[in-house]
């Protein structure tokens, strides 16, 4: 018998355990995967470690910032900065055609940015900046306004916009064409006005540190143990049946597994509330360099480009869509001294979900071919041509990530329709991760941490 | 516990919740939220670090009991009067 049992050892699920067994519950959490971290995990293939979904961390504040949500989370989980051992970016840019903007962890930059290329919209721009200021983020009312519409009310210049949406839709928006003017102002902060960072050890340090953390505090992990159903009784989950057919009681249950993965689980035979799959996957090409980036001529941390003045933020018809991507370079931080011993680069594209689910093993594996092709060929029109110092590659698919996340649909950041108080028609059933709200590995975790504060922790 | 080892207690959970604040100025007349950078979820955790250390539950509707040092102590000072300092 448990207090709490939590779906998932992603980012989400293990912030939330970490809560709760601090607080002394009997927590265990289930993950049907062979490894923990969801979207935000790693794998080893002939020698080399990867990294799944990091990029880079979000919300990069400088040391000794109270406020915002990185600072948020290290109070919440007790740890430090230094054992996340961040590492910020040298910075990143936005290239569309005949256009770049630099920004980095230093606001100013972006600002001078748009005074140079776009003279006429600072003032605008800074009516749209001191907008987003205001914006609570812990405020539920989510002003679910149109972040399309109240942006052309304010900026003049469509370009700018389009520059704005390609970054922060790719690092988070469930939507396709638009955001809700919230979401945006909330990526817009964590990733242009705060900014980016990794650890040297990649997402992997950070996984360790929580799931330490969790596990010295009592809680308990299963790893291979898929939820097959709820169990449910007079309104309540009374708990879980695992795929082994193994049954868990516990008096609540967390579940961040996704909303319409989470209600499909319930064997109460509620119809499952009808709320839109996401759309949205995506493929990675991954390239290992025998040089450092920077050697070719490659200093960009994430470089996002788009090769027309309109950005496109939709499942594409094709199985990628290649015009535009976002270019990252783990390499192009600033480690103080250290560097990673091999040059990588990562690009990715919005992908076809369906397509690339209903390939044959054979097929799979050759369009595999053709397309980290097609991505990479797109890519180094904005970037130093690196193709002659690969020494190693590797692609991930939305197939990859309905592995790592078993989402539906391969959706990289869950259902267009979140829902903001993780409270689902049982008493005792609440989500969390990223069909709640937040995205991104600092959102994720701030989402764990604040759905277990208010749904398993008070009373 | 006196109310000077209670508010040595709290001190305590404070510098465990927010480590990096100066706690050292503090005003017992004023607001926490006036003089240190404490949210919705700092307060939840005094609530249940109290749990924890001293098995004291305060129902909800006394969180605001904990908005200054001097009504913090004052509050509990009835609950604690009888635990015995470690």
Redesign the interface.
């Known amino acids: 018998m448990y207090d709490t049992i939590i779906i998932g050892a992603g980012m989400s699920g293990l912030a939330a355990g970490i809560r709760l067994a601090y607080?002394?519950q009997r927590v265990c959490i289930l993950e049907r995967h062979t490894t923990i971290g969801g979207l935000n995990s790693f794998y080893r293939m002939r020698g080399r470690d990867y990294d799944v979904g990091l990029h880079a961390l979000t919300n990069i504040t400088p040391r000794?910032t109270?406020?915002g949500p990185l600072?948020?989370l290290l109070?919440?989980l007790?740890l430090?900065r230094d054992e996340l051992q961040i590492a910020p970016q040298l910075g990143s840019e936005v290239v569309f055609p005949g256009v770049r903007l630099r920004f980095s962890n230093d606001f100013e930059l972006l600002r001078a940015e748009i005074a140079r290329e776009f003279p006429q919209q600072i003032d605008n721009f800074e009516r749209v900046v001191s907008e987003i200021v205001e914006y609570d983020d812990?405020d539920e009312s989510h002003q679910a306004v149109s972040a399309r519409q109240k942006l052309g009310e304010i900026i003049s210049e469509p370009l700018l916009i389009e520059m704005f949406f390609c970054p922060l839709m790719f690092y988070g928006s469930a939507r396709e064409h638009d955001m809700d003017w919230g979401q945006f102002s909330i990526m817009f902060r964590s990733i242009f006005m705060e900014g980016l960072g990794r650890p040297y050890a990649g997402v992997r340090l950070i996984l360790k540190h929580l799931v330490r953390k969790f596990r010295g505090l009592g809680g308990e992990l299963k790893l291979r143990s898929g939820v097959e159903r709820l169990a449910v009784e007079g309104g309540r989950v009374c708990g879980v049946v695992l795929d082994s057919g193994e049954e868990l009681r516990a008096d609540r249950v967390l579940s961040s597994a996704g909303w319409l993965e989470t209600m499909r689980m319930c064997d109460d035979g509620q119809p499952v509330s009808h709320r839109g799959a996401g759309q949205l996957s995506f493929c990675e090409t991954i390239a290992t360099l025998d040089v450092q980036p920077e050697k070719i001529g490659h200093r960009s941390t994430i470089t996002f480009f788009n090769d027309s003045k309109k950005f496109s933020w939709k499942k594409p018809d094709e199985p990628c869509d290649v015009h535009s991507g976002v270019i990252c370079s783990p390499n192009n931080f600033d480690y103080g001294g250290q560097r990673l011993e091999e040059g990588t680069m990562r690009i990715t594209a919005l992908a076809n979900f369906d397509y690339w689910n209903d390939l044959s093993e054979y097929d799979y594996e050759m369009e595999k071919l053709r397309w980290y092709d097609r991505i990479t060929d797109s890519g180094v029109r904005f970037v130093p041509d690196y193709r002659h110092r690969v020494i190693d590659t590797d692609m991930f698919t939305p197939a990859t990530v309905v592995r790592f996340t078993g989402h539906e649909g391969g959706a990289i950041y869950g259902t267009p329709e979140k829902q903001f108080d993780g409270r689902t028609h049982l008493d005792n059933l609440f989500v969390c991760g990223t069909d709640q709200g937040f995205v991104g590995i600092v959102g994720s975790i701030v989402s764990g941490?604040?759905m277990a504060?208010r749904h398993c922790?008070?009373? | 516990m006196t109310e000077g080892d209670i508010r040595e207690e709290i001190l305590d959970i404070l510098e465990?919740?927010?480590?990096?604040?100066d706690l050292t100025q503090i005003d017992d007349g004023v607001n926490f939220r006036d003089q240190l950078?404490l949210?919705?979820?700092?307060f939840?955790?005094i609530v249940?670090e109290l749990?924890?250390r001293h098995r004291i539950q305060i129902p909800?509707d006394d969180y605001v009991q904990l908005a200054s040092m001097k009504s913090t102590v004052t509050f509990l000072e009835p609950l604690m009067k009888d635990i015995e300092r470690v």
């Open positions: 607080f002394e000794g109270k406020r600072a948020r109070k919440q007790r430090t812990l941490i604040s504060n922790l008070k009373g | 465990s919740i927010a480590p990096d604040e950078e949210d919705s979820m700092d939840l955790d249940m749990r924890k909800e």
